[in-house]
């Protein structure tokens, strides 16, 4: 049981991170103030995304295949960091709650993976 959570769980952050990052890759619009609110142009912008997206599809991938505990981790962060740039950058509230499972679920494959471990 514990095996088939685990697929699902790593299926889940798979399609969130590569979702995302085949976004990025294309130079998502809407991603753009987001950007803009840290200081980037537009043209640095649109590289930067480019690059986040690179970074999302190897997560994705790497998380599918053989999910290493630090890249996980980095998983939860980034999600979460960009679920909060919502609020940050004057959105509702709603907007981070909504993205509430796309670190929710990296958070709970790392938990099981480190139960995991530990009972081995």
Request: positive net charge.
């Amino acid at each position: 049981m514990l095996k088939q959570l685990e697929w699902l769980l790593r299926v889940g952050v798979f399609l969130t991170f590569f979702g995302h990052g085949i976004f990025a890759l294309f130079g998502k619009a809407g991603w753009l103030p987001y950007l803009k609110y840290f200081g980037f142009t537009t043209e640095v912008a649109f590289k930067l995304m480019f690059a986040i997206g690179i970074i999302d599809v190897i997560v994705a991938v790497s998380i599918l295949f053989k999910p290493y505990k630090p890249i996980v981790i980095w998983a939860i962060i980034w999600a979460l960091s960009t679920a909060l740039i919502r609020p940050i950058s004057g959105e509702p509230i709603w907007d981070f709650i909504e993205r509430g499972s796309n670190w929710i679920v990296p958070l709970c494959l790392y938990l099981l993976l480190k139960t995991k471990h530990r009972n081995q």
